[in-house]
């Protein structure tokens, strides 16, 4: 285990010490995933007033939460994230990295001011989202323009906060070339500052797309070693999952407290041992990617405190203390310290 790892937070470069509080590596705290809406009418029009999140709507909710209320696609409020974030303070988190890339509606400043609230340390990220939540503009832009704005985004910070991580760099199941830009220009990005980048790819789709944006970014001169591939929690292929460790990137299981049947979290959980067992431990990181309303506690969502409530405990059973705190704490910091 290594003494301490250098991670540029919102607030500057701080040096962390695994098992030193557990990491989220990727959460969103102040997000607009409109460009999901599967609903009715056009993602941006207004929900009537009348029409909110609510006793009446919930159940709907939970069964379609990106086609019934627009509302429950909006992180919007800065103080009810703070009550919720205190969940993951109190739990043993130290740090969590806020992944809301360009499309989000990402507010940086308003997502720090609700951590700082909770007492959270938070890696604030540049990059941008799946082509959906693109303007046709921003679709066509060269990388070489989008890497240089990056670039000065790392450099300079965005909204007052300084960036810590690339990401996440949204992916369709069939790569759009705009989506092949994003992943060009986050391998130039990556090569000016040493950023990590964290990759989207679309859960439940296999792992086509991660080998490709693997590749991309390779050849891009990104050293795996600082890839993360997100949303992965739905392989069911030990194998597959294996085929991708071993080209030495993260594997991101980060939709723990979301059902998706027949994967359940016990699945996930052997999944997870299996890579351990197989001398993959390193590679793996954990987090909940809570980005909707009906994530959060207020509305009897798992909240940021569900890994720590109920994953953790099960990890520490079968890995023992020092195995669980390599993938909350040890992995998610050397994937994100910088100049190593
Ligand atoms: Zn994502």
Same mark, same amino acid.
């Given at each position: 285990m290594? *003494?301490?790892?250098?991670i540029?937070?919102?607030?500057g470069d701080r040096?962390l010490?695994? @098992?030193?509080?557990? /990491?989220l590596?990727?959460?969103h705290i102040i997000?607009?995933?409109?460009?999901r809406?599967?609903?009715? &009418?056009?993602?941006?029009d207004?929900d *009537?007033?009348?029409?909110?999140?609510?006793p009446?709507t919930?159940?709907? /909710?939970r069964?379609d939460?990106?086609?019934t209320?627009r509302?429950?696609l909006m992180?919007?409020?800065w103080?009810v994230?703070?009550q919720e974030?205190?969940e993951a303070?109190?739990?043993g988190c130290?740090?969590l990295?806020d992944?809301t890339?360009?499309?989000?509606?990402?507010?940086?400043?308003l997502?720090?001011?609700?951590a700082?609230?909770a007492g959270?340390?938070t890696?604030i990220?540049?990059g941008?989202?799946?082509?959906?939540a693109?303007?046709?503009e921003?679709r066509?832009l060269?990388?070489a323009?989008?890497?240089e704005?990056?670039?000065k985004?790392?450099?300079?910070?965005?909204?007052?906060?300084?960036?810590?991580v690339i990401?996440?760099?949204?992916?369709?199941?069939d790569?759009?070339?705009?989506e092949?830009?994003?992943?060009q220009?986050?391998?130039?990005t990556?090569?000016?500052t @040493?950023?990590?980048?964290?990759?989207?790819?679309?859960?439940?789709?296999?792992?086509?797309t991660a080998?490709?944006?693997?590749s991309?970014?390779?050849?891009?001169g990104?050293?795996?070693?600082?890839?993360a591939?997100?949303?992965?929690?739905?392989?069911?292929?030990?194998?597959?999952l294996?085929?991708?460790?071993?080209? &030495?990137?993260?594997?991101?299981?980060d939709?723990f &407290?979301?059902?998706f049947?027949?994967?359940s979290e016990?699945n996930? /959980?052997?999944?997870?041992?299996?890579? /351990?067992d197989?001398?993959?431990g390193?590679?793996?990181?954990?987090?909940q990617?809570?980005c909707?309303?009906?994530?959060l506690?207020?509305?009897?969502?798992?909240?940021? &405190?569900?890994l720590a409530r109920?994953?953790?405990?099960?990890?520490r059973?079968?890995l023992?203390?020092?195995?669980?705190?390599?993938?909350?704490?040890?992995?998610?910091?050397?994937?994100?310290?910088?100049?190593?």
């Amino acid at each position: 285990m290594k *003494a301490s790892y250098t991670i540029r937070t919102a607030k500057g470069d701080r040096s962390l010490t695994p @098992g030193s509080g557990y /990491v989220l590596p990727h959460e969103h705290i102040i997000c607009d995933l409109r460009a999901r809406w599967s609903g009715q &009418g056009d993602a941006h029009d207004l929900d *009537a007033p009348g029409l909110p999140l609510g006793p009446e709507t919930i159940d709907a /909710v939970r069964h379609d939460s990106q086609g019934t209320v627009r509302e429950n696609l909006m992180l919007s409020d800065w103080y009810v994230a703070a009550q919720e974030l205190l969940e993951a303070r109190r739990s043993g988190c130290g740090l969590l990295v806020d992944l809301t890339a360009h499309g989000l509606g990402a507010m940086p400043s308003l997502a720090v001011r609700a951590a700082d609230a909770a007492g959270l340390d938070t890696v604030i990220a540049v990059g941008r989202y799946i082509v959906a939540a693109l303007t046709p503009e921003e679709r066509d832009l060269p990388s070489a323009a989008l890497a240089e704005e990056w670039t000065k985004a790392a450099e300079n910070g965005i909204d007052g906060c300084a960036v810590g991580v690339i990401g996440e760099i949204g992916l369709s199941v069939d790569m759009h070339e705009a989506e092949r830009r994003s992943l060009q220009a986050a391998a130039t990005t990556h090569g000016h500052t @040493g950023l990590a980048v964290n990759v989207h790819i679309e859960p439940g789709h296999g792992l086509g797309t991660a080998h490709e944006a693997l590749s991309l970014l390779e050849s891009g001169g990104t050293d795996p070693a600082k890839i993360a591939i997100s949303h992965i929690d739905y392989e069911t292929d030990l194998n597959a999952l294996i085929e991708l460790a071993r080209r &030495g990137c993260y594997l991101e299981f980060d939709l723990f &407290g979301r059902a998706f049947p027949p994967v359940s979290e016990p699945n996930r /959980v052997d999944m997870i041992t299996s890579l /351990v067992d197989a001398g993959h431990g390193d590679r793996v990181l954990l987090s909940q990617d809570i980005c909707m309303r009906h994530g959060l506690r207020r509305w009897g969502g798992p909240g940021y &405190g569900h890994l720590a409530r109920e994953i953790h405990p099960v990890l520490r059973d079968r890995l023992g203390a020092a195995g669980t705190e390599l993938l909350i704490s040890e992995n998610p910091m050397r994937f994100l310290s910088l100049g190593q």
